[in-house]
C-alpha cells in the first residue's frame, strides 16, 4: 500500500521508483475524454486575467516553483516571480496592480506559507494552491487547489512530490497558452508521456547511480552542484537532496558565477556535478568543468543525447528542455539516496528535519 515500504528498505527509494506513476497519473487525471487538458475553468480565468504571478514556497516546492516560473514564461507568456515564502512574508516586494499568488507545498501546511497567503486573502488577492494534499490548510484557505496526485510521501526528503509540482505548472502553462491563443509546440501531455518513459529509464540504472555515489561522495565532507538556466534550478534541488540526507555540505552553483567566489573552495578531489541538459550552454558548462577540474576537482557529468560528450557519466534521453529537471533529478535523488545509505545515515528520518515545518 500507499503507506507501507513492502519490499523497499526505504521509503525514499520506493517514492524515487514511483514516479513515471506518479507522472502517468497526472496525466490521467488532467485530461478529458478527448485527450484535451481538462482544468478547473476559475483557475484558467485566474491565471488569463493577471499581470504577474508570485510563486510563494519553501524546500523543494521553491525548487518546483523556479522551473515553474520558466514554463509560464516562455510558454504562456505571464511574468512570474519566484519567492521563498518565509522572505517574502517580512518583506513583501512591490505588488503588481493585479497580481495572483500560486502557493506551492507537498503537505499544504508550511506555516511560512500560510503566513504569506493569510496577507494575501486580507488584501484580496486571489490564491492557488498546488499540493498533495487536498483539504490541508493551505488548499482550504486559497481560492483554488490543483492536486498534485503523487500519493502520500513518507520520506522526509522530498522526491515525488516535486517531479509531480513540475507536471502540473507543464500543464498549467500549456492551457493558460491555449486559452490566449498563443502559438505554441509545447505539447505538456506528450511531454509527460516521454518523461514518465526517461525516468523508467533511470530508475532502472540504479547500479550506475550507487557506483557514482560511491565513486565521488563516500569520504567527502563537501561537493558541488553546477548547471545553467533549468540546470540551475535542478542542481540546487540536488545539493538540497543530498546535504539533508547525507549531511555533506552542498551547494548548487550558477555555472558562470563559479568565478567569481566559490571556485576558492575547489581543492583536490572535490566533487563537482555538473548537469548541462541546454544546447546554449553546453559549451559554457563545459568550460566551467574545465576550470574546477584544472584546479583539481573531481567532475561528474551528467548530459542529454543531444549535448553529450564522452566520458559524461550519465546520458539522459532527449526530451523537451524546459522539461528537463523532471528527469535530471532523477540520477541526483539517486546518488544522493545511495551517498546517504552508504555512510551509514538514517535516509528515511534525517536529523534535525521535520517532514512539514508548522511554525515559522
Ligand atoms: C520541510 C521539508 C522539505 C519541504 C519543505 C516545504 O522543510 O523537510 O522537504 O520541501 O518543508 O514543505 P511543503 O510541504 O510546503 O512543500
Known amino acids: 500500500s500507499d503507506t507501507e515500504k513492502g519490499t523497499y528498505s526505504h521509503f525514499m527509494l520506493k517514492e524515487i521508483d514511483e514516479q513515471p506513476f506518479v507522472i502517468r497519473n497526472i496525466i490521467q ?5 478527448s485527450g484535451d487538458i481538462k482544468l478547473d475553468e476559475n483557475i484558467r480565468a485566474a491565471i488569463n486575467d493577471t499581470d504577474r504571478i508570485y510563486i510563494i514556497a519553501a524546500g523543494t516546492s521553491y525548487h518546483a516553483g ?6 509560464l514564461e516562455k510558454v504562456a507568456k505571464k511574468p512570474v516571480e519566484v519567492h521563498i515564502a518565509s522572505e517574502f512574508l517580512y518583506n513583501e516586494p ?3 496592480s493585479n497580481p495572483l499568488f500560486i502557493f506551492i507545498s507537498q503537505s499544504g501546511e508550511t506555516a511560512d506559507s500560510r503566513g504569506v497567503l493569510v496577507n494575501a486573502k486580507k488584501n484580496g488577492y486571489r490564491s492557488i494552491t498546488i499540493t498533495n494534499v487536498p483539504g490541508s490548510t493551505l488548499s482550504r484557505e486559497a481560492d483554488f487547489t490543483l492536486h498534485t496526485y503523487a500519493g502520500p510521501e513518507i520520506a522526509v526528503a522530498s522526491t515525488k512530490a516535486y517531479t509531480a509540482q513540475m507536471a502540473v505548472f507543464s500543464i498549467l502553462a ?15 501531455i506528450q511531454e509527460l508521456s516521454l518523461i514518465a518513459n526517461a525516468m523508467e529509464v533511470l530508475c532502472d540504472q540504479k547500479d550506475v547511480m550507487e557506483q557514482i555515489a560511491r565513486d565521488y561522495l563516500l569520504e567527502t565532507r563537501n561537493c558541488f552542484f553546477i548547471g545553467r538556466s533549468m540546470d540551475y534550478s535542478v542542481v540546487q534541488e540536488g545539493a538540497l537532496k543530498l546535504k539533508e540526507i547525507s549531511y555533506i555540505q552542498a551547494e548548487g552553483f550558477a555555472g558562470g ?7 576558492a573552495l575547489i581543492e583536490d578531489g572535490t566533487p563537482v556535478i555538473a548537469v548541462t541538459t541546454q544546447k546554449a550552454t553546453n559549451l559554457n558548462i563545459r568550460g566551467n568543468v574545465r576550470e574546477v577540474e584544472a584546479r583539481g576537482a573531481n567532475a561528474c557529468i551528467i548530459s542529454t543525447e543531444d549535448t553529450k560528450q564522452d566520458g559524461d557519466r550519465i546520458v539522459l534521453p532527449t526530451i523537451n528542455e524546459l522539461m528537463t529537471p523532471l528527469v535530471s533529478v532523477i540520477p541526483l535523488q539517486l546518488i544522493s539516496y545511495y551517498a ?12 534535525n528535519l521535520a517532514k512539514s515545518v508548522t511554525v515559522e
Open 66 to 71: 523556479l522551473v515553474g516560473k520558466e514554463m
Open 257 to 263: 558565477e563559479l568565478k567569481h567566489g566559490t571556485i
Open 94 to 96: 512591490l505588488l503588481s
Open 340 to 351: 546517504a545509505l552508504h555512510r551509514g545515515c538514517d535516509v528515511d528520518k534525517p536529523r
Open 29 to 33: 487525471k488532467y485530461q478529458d475524454e
Open 174 to 188: 500549456m492551457d493558460s497558452a491555449r486559452a490566449q491563443e498563443i502559438q505554441t509546440d509545447f505539447n505538456a
